[in-house]
């Protein structure tokens, strides 16, 4: 086990009718104003957003709103709420939705104590020293970023996704009502099943030794998202399932199982372009990508895919490692398959003549690699985007 | 699941000389000044006190001390460590040791800000509504006491021990380094081992349903603390296994693993008695009285006993549920055997005629009774004391 430090700031209130303690908590922390974040309008609709602000009102909070986020969160709306929020000086900004709102107020909260462009967070330029206080009100089990140390955004003039790494931008507070994912479309719900899979998957496939803890906590959670995932799925008011599947998605991206390991994030660096140029949803792209990253890093190290594919796939014990670890790819495959996932990202579009800009896109490190577990090299994405193509 | 909040303020800092930033991270917090507790000399004779002092010197923290501290803690120098921060005006108190030393650093961070007796939080006259921060340097794994909501006092002049639960006492900060426990007596790690696997128990023998996430993380923390508890016990300078322990005790207790459910905490009601009067190390006497209160509850919920037998004991599958959870139950006693540690009361010098002052001892709800999963009436204490006597 590596050293490692953790911290977790955030305050959960999960369960039934938790949106409408918004504004109490808040108060308890201090805050009298807030910025609002949201999407394309569903929580207007939904009347969540009104039940947020009653709430607010309520604890004489004052509120501000800006919508119009869209899925791949763009810089548009973050400039905008950094103009906005800056005039009103506000105390805090709640992302109210899915990870788009929230990613997108993290960057909000960031801009605004930085006079220069917030973009300089995201493309590496500069680091951030201070941010607003970052709330959530979720609406879809996904991304986790209710608590992760993560937000990221697409700068549109350039179709550039980048990810961001901070620990300022960890919400303090997030409000957690599985009823309020019910009615997300069964397709999203997918993506959002794969998304925190494959925030597990990045942090399980490690090369750091002894980590046994932290395997087992992984495979707990990835044999529960399997089991509850698809009831949430076909089952539209099976709470517990959305409520496994709700706290599952924060557990999967705060690094509470994943201490002391390092980290691989190529299947997210290699996806971000998949997105953004071909509007492709983040959860779809990984349900694609993850199944041949495994297959091209195999040999690596054949007894973590075997592992993976006894503990988490539920395969028998076998002799042949490799090919019990293949059947584990598989049946994973075999899994995204059955929650109505693409298996190719000629789904999105892609054509074999846009892979030398999509190579380009990603961003590598300084050695022209992508990643930790095997590195991967511009030669090993262009096999792996290629194999997804067929 | 049932509604909940979660929140652990603690940062943990953990690994290889984790003590030696102890200075530098309480600057970073703000805090100046520090009462450090410690326990009989271990820490002293060890070097591990002057360590921690250098590195707050390094930092310009001032520093007072007091020592003595005993295992299952008494008043004695709770009252001693208020009267010496007050006059000092210290920011915080270290608790330098175990659960002991940190459990008599949360009840004097509770006392200094409070006129009247401190005693009153334990004997619940008073709620807690302030304390000053406090700190671990940990030197055992086993309690949790590091960022748990818990702490546990032994009223000497009338030999009552009391545990106090409050979201003020979880620690801000919790230095963790593995190889400070290296040289823990191998009958002291087996206590610890059978006190974290007791926390575990009293979050995963509850009613609630549908905790199909929280039951995958309770079964991973327990068969990891059983393959590597007996490796750190029988390999003292295997690194991975006292990692894997210091860490698994410290989620054991923090509620990662049981959030959305009810616990039970009977049989920690029930061994507290056996601690008090008979000076039972409190490890030893769960690894006692666990087995017997899962005999005498089996029959309330068999399917509950049968999982645990298959997932965490490691038992087949079987026909015949309620002969595999009575194996678990025997299993698991083999286990504390196999790690030394003992099976009766007697050990401790408990006889037939202590029982009635015992069965006063224990502090009985409203309504009479100890515990949630199936209430314990004084009935059954006595019969599961008595089973225990054997």
């Known amino acids: 086990m590596d050293n490692f430090t953790f911290h977790i700031p955030t305050r959960f209130v999960f369960g039934k009718d938790a949106e409408l303690q918004t504004g109490k908590k808040l108060k308890e922390l201090g805050f009298n104003s807030v910025l609002i974040v949201y999407g394309q309008g569903s929580v207007v609709r939904s009347g969540l957003l009104d039940r947020v602000k009653q709430s607010l009102k309520e604890s004489d909070i004052q509120a501000l709103e800006i919508g119009g986020v869209v899925p791949n969160p763009v810089d548009g709306p973050v400039y905008e709420g950094i103009r906005m929020g800056r005039e009103a000086g506000i105390d805090c900004v709640l992302g109210l939705g899915g990870a788009s709102a929230l990613d997108t107020a993290k960057a909000i909260a960031i801009g605004i104590p930085y006079e220069g462009d ?5 493309s590496g330029k500069e680091k951030v020293k201070k ?6 009100v979720l609406t879809i089990s996904a991304a986790g970023s209710e608590s992760s140390n993560s937000s990221v955004i ?12 901070t620990e300022f931008i960890r919400p303090q507070l997030a409000m957690l009502n599985p009823e309020l994912t019910f009615t997300v479309p069964a397709i999203q719900k997918a993506y959002g099943i794969a998304d925190m899979m494959a925030h597990i998957f990045e942090r399980y496939f490690t090369n750091t030794q002894d980590v046994l803890l932290t395997d087992e906590l992984c495979e707990a959670v990835l044999r529960t998202v399997m089991k509850s995932g698809p009831k949430a799925l076909f ?26 390991r390092q980290q691989d994030w190529s299947s997210h ?11 492709a949803p983040h959860g779809a ?13 195999l040999e690596h190290d054949v007894e973590r895919f075997y592992r993976f594919a006894v503990k988490v796939m539920g395969l028998n014990e076998s002799e042949n490692h490799k090919e019990t670890a293949l059947e584990g790819i598989q049946k994973l495959r075999s899994f995204f398959d059955s929650l109505g996932l693409p298996h190719s990202l000629k789904t999105f579009g892609v054509k074999a003549e846009d892979l030398p800009q999509l190579l ?5 490190k300084a050695d022209g690699t992508i990643g930790f577990f095997k590195p991967l090299t511009k030669e090993d994405v262009l096999s792996i985007y290629k194999a997804a193509l067929e």
């Open 269 to 279: 660096g290699i996806a971000h372009g998949i997105s953004a140029r071909f509007s």
């Open 154 to 165: 697409t700068k549109e003039s350039v179709m550039l996704k980048r990810g961001l790494n």
């Open 360 to 364: 380009e896109d990603v961003k590598y």
């Open 131 to 136: 941010a607003l206080p970052i709330v959530s």
């Open 118 to 122: 917030f973009w300089d967070f995201y």
């Open 235 to 260: 089952n539209p008011q099976d709470y517990s399932a959305h409520a496994d599947i709700m706290w599952a998605s924060t557990l999967a991206h705060n690094d509470t199982l994943a201490v002391g």
């Open 285 to 297: 792209a990984l349900a694609v990508l993850f199944p041949f990253w495994m297959q091209h890093q």
